[in-house]
Structure formats: C-alpha cells, structure tokens
C-alpha cells in the first residue's frame, strides 16, 4: 500500500482548506456531528464513574477513527475531504464576526443565545462586557484547537493524524470537562486532547506573534504576554494561546469565568486595557491571519517531509543482493586448514 507523495499531501490539504472556506460547516449531517451522536450512543454502554472506563470509551473510538483514516491514506481527495471535516475556522470568523454585530448593536438577548456556539460558559451570568472577554478568548483558542492544529496533524500524520485529533478534540469537548459526571470518565478524553495540542497551541502562539501587525499590534508584547502568563492558566495549552492574543491585541483577559457546573477564577492575561465591543472584531482579523499562516505552514511540512512511498519488495532484494554480498565477501569466514 502507498502512501501520499509530498504533492499529494499539499494537494489534500490545500483543497480541504479552501473547501472551508468556500462553504464552512454544513448545517446538518456533518461529520463530526454524526462521530458525536455515535460516542454518546457508546457512552450508554461505557460509562462508569472510573477513569478505566473514560479510557476504554476514548480508545475505542479513536481507534476506529484511526483505522478509518489507514483506510484511506494514499488518496488525496480522502485527506481533502478529512481536512474540511476538520476545520472550523470559516465557521469560527463567521460566529465571531456576528458577536461582534450584536454587541455593537447592545443586543445582549441575541449575543447570549450566540454564546454557546463558542463556549460552555453560562451565557446568563454575562453583561456585555464578560460576553465580550468571552468571545475575544473563545476566539483565540479555537483558532488553536479548530484550525491550526488540524492543519499541522494533517500535514505530518495525513489521514489518520488529522481524523483521530478532532475526534480527540470533539470528545474533550463533549466530557473532557469538569463535571460530577465527567471527572474520572472524561480525564482520558481531556489528557490526550492536551497532548495532541501541546505543540499546535505554540506554534499559534508563534503565528499570532507574527500576525499581531495585522491588527495593530506588536509581537513582542504578544511573546512578552506569552512568556509571562500563559504558565498561570489551568490549561496547558490554552493560556498560551489566550495570553498571546491578549498581547498582540493590547487587552487584559481573564478574571471570573462561570461555567455551567462551576465558577473559576482565571489569571489575568495581558496588561492592557479591558476588552471593548471593537476588539471582537480585531480578534477576528487577526484569527483569520493566523488561520492562513498556518495553512502556508502545513502546505511548507507537507512538501518538507518524506513521502512515504514505500520501496517494491523486488527494489529491496535488489538492494539486499548488491550491497549485502559486497560486504559479507570483504570478510570470509576463516576455515581452518584441513577442514572439510
């Protein structure tokens, strides 16, 4: 079985990034959807209060995303058709770009029913200004988890690499939380989604320091917000993320974040100025900036790394003839005299 060549690969990507932004997330029957409905019909089967059995429902599904991706690898259309299952980010400008206006027109009533498109926060709890901090701060990390990390699995695992992370990713969202119910079930869910993550949420970090002139904003104070307070977040991978955009777009986030089961206290990010209705729509431009650098980036692994075209098992025993016997011949085996 072959595997993609470098143009294949490029190919794939660069097709399944422009499908998402041609024509976003389908309304319904999308894939990730229906990967969702099957994981909560596993779950009636799988699920106890351990995280042996978090870890058994995880493996079980990803594994058959894994097998499905082996499947097709070797077939461009396979990997751009995986690649737009993927992505998110059209999605995200858009969902984005709509907060914005709603926020600019004082419809609370209408950026509260908006919210849960972005984020598990409890829109209830929110005014207009921890709407707009939670926009500003969904926006940075989905740019992490729904497109660049995507792009980069794409690029150096294909297939099987880019359809095992947003199934792990789709299922850190569905019980990777902490809940009383998803404490222990959902902890191997979450550990391998901030593992696949660990490296994308840098190399945002990186982009978005790149891309902060976009928005008028400076990188070294994105890399200064960066090195300074992404350790303090709980997570391992969004503080990063989350910090750098403070950076880059002059703003102070977190503080108190009211989830639906719990209220957490975040570190501050950035030490500019609170986030303001205009800064939604900066954090839009500059996600939609990172979200194409990263797609230049991938397209560049893509064409840097091996192709993976396996060797004929006739090319092998070639090889094997001309260049083992050489070797064994520049070293006989010693007979003694008179041996038989």
Do not use: K
């Not at 499947?71 to 995200?92: D, I, K, M, N, Q």
């Not at 501050?268 to 797609?295: F, H, I, K, N």
């Not at 840097?304 to 070293?331: I, L, N, Q």
């Amino acid at each position: 079985m072959f595997a993609l060549t470098r143009r294949g690969r490029a190919a794939g990507i660069a097709a399944g990034y422009l499908a998402d932004l041609l024509l976003a997330d389908p309304r319904r029957g999308h894939p990730v959807a229906v990967f969702g409905g099957a994981a909560a019909q596993l779950e009636r089967r799988t699920y106890a209060d351990s995280r042996g059995a978090g870890a058994l429902h995880t493996g079980i599904l990803l594994g058959a995303l894994g097998l499905l991706g082996v499947a097709g690898r070797g077939r461009a259309w396979a990997l751009a058709f995986a690649v737009f299952t993927a992505l998110g980010g059209t999605s995200l400008n858009r969902v984005g770009g709509q907060m914005a206006a709603l926020l600019a027109d004082d419809d609370v009533a209408g950026a509260r029913a908006l919210l849960p498109s972005l984020c598990g926060r409890d829109p209830a709890a929110l005014d207009p200004a921890g709407l707009t901090r939670a926009t500003v701060e969904s926006l940075a990390e989905n740019t992490s988890d729904a497109q660049v990390a995507p792009l980069l699995w794409a690029a150096v695992g294909g297939v099987p690499g880019v359809l095992v992370y947003r199934g792990a990713n789709t299922l850190d969202a569905m019980i990777g939380h902490h809940s009383p119910r998803y404490e222990r079930f959902g902890w191997a869910a979450a550990r391998f989604d901030d593992a696949l993550n660990y490296v994308p949420a840098r190399v945002t970090g990186l982009l978005v320091a790149v891309c902060a002139p976009v928005v008028g904003g400076s990188a070294r104070a994105a890399l200064r917000a960066w090195r300074r307070d992404a350790s303090r977040h709980p997570s391992p991978n969004a503080g990063v993320v989350e910090a750098s955009f403070a950076g880059a777009l002059g703003v102070r986030l977190g503080g108190p974040t009211q989830y639906a089961h719990r209220l957490e206290i975040r570190p501050t990010l950035g030490d500019g100025r609170v986030p303001e209705v205009p800064d939604v729509a900066r954090a839009v431009r500059l996600s939609r900036a990172v979200q194409a650098g990263a797609a230049v980036l991938a397209l560049g692994l893509s064409a840097a790394c091996r192709s993976g075209r396996r060797a004929s098992p006739r090319s092998s025993a070639v090889w094997r003839v001309r260049v083992a016997r050489p070797r064994a011949m520049r070293h006989p085996r010693r007979v003694p005299d008179g041996a038989v």
